[in-house]
């Protein structure tokens, strides 16, 4: 146990003595440290949800996913661990609540709430003030994430989708699908595109910003080319979106395409998968398919490289 004044006290079990005095001499020194930062009494009068309120109050409005983060947030603090006291909170609790969220969502959903943990715990102690000792989140293992998918369309699922568009009544879903088919741009850079960002002239398209945070412009083929043409009916002020659907209307919108259209396992970030093989299937070297997709190196590109050997074989024999 390591007791100090004005610090909370501090106890913890070990098996063997020299593991509990470099702990407790640890734990003194942090607490040297930070004492200039005021009474540490105030981390028993705050729980973890608070910290992630003020986070999401303060810091996730700076951040392009903050709708995303916010409900996130939202979702941590309605569970045990928000209500944590944040003298008390321990790497024990945030692994429990590691081992159980596991048991719900996947791994990379578990990586992306303990990230944002650790990021809130972070700003607490450096920018506001607070006088933790250390930050619990950081001494848990992450989950192992393995997010890489193989999936692309399989004969005749590309006119089973567009089929089913044409059931549906969420509008512009036929063309986005198709766009996604034929430029490999993600869900976000899709329904961000203003109208101001299409030079139909040049048969390009500028993404001003990306998820890696960089612009690019794209190039379109002569069926993406159609698509936008054909948008223009709707209107073109050069600050409207060229597709007026939001995330979740598109994600609800294909669940319902791919259930008409008897599909499994397909999700919209496949398209983009599909896209991205197509180009090198019509020749287009690496570098010349990373301008395109945005992607800064080979080897997260070549995640979303899946030939089909029955094409390759038709290549090989042309070569021959």
Known sequence: MVRKKR??????????????????????????????????????????????????????????????ERARIMGIVR????GQSLAKLASADL???????????????????????????DVATLEWG????????????????????????????????LAACD?????????????????????????SLCWSDVELSRR???????????????????????????MTSFGEAPGTPVFPLNANAVRLAFQRIRARAGISDLRFHDLRHEAISRLFERGLQMFEVAAISGHRGMRMLQRYTHLRATDLVTKLDQLS
Request: contains cysteine; hydrophobic residues 35%; glycine residues 6%.
């Open 167 to 191: 059931a549906g009544q969420t509008a512009h879903m036929k063309p986005i699908i198709i766009f996604a088919l034929e430029t490999g741009m993600r869900r976000g850079e899709i329904l």
């Open 204 to 230: 390009v398209v500028h993404v001003r910003q990306s998820k890696t945070g960089a612009s690019r412009t794209i190039p379109l083929t002569r069926r993406a080319t159609l698509i936008l043409q054909n």
């Open 95 to 121: 692994a429990k609540y590691r081992d159980e969220r596991l048991q719900k969502v996947t791994p990379a959903t578990v990586l992306r709430e303990l990230n944002l943990i650790s990021h809130a715990l």
């Open 7 to 68: 610090i909370v006290s501090r106890c913890r079990s070990f098996d063997r003595r020299s593991d509990a005095v470099r702990w407790a001499r640890e734990i003194e020194a942090q607490a040297d440290r930070l004492g200039e930062l005021g009474d540490v009494r105030l981390a028993s009068k705050l729980t973890l949800g608070d910290i992630l309120m003020r986070y999401r109050d303060q810091v996730s409005p700076t951040k392009r996913g903050a709708y995303s």
């Open 79 to 82: 569970r045990n661990v928000g």
């Open 130 to 161: 607070l006088p933790l000792s250390h930050n619990p989140a950081k001494l848990i293992r992450r989950p192992c994430v393995n997010n890489e998918r193989t999936r692309r369309l399989l004969d005749g699922e590309e006119s089973l989708l």
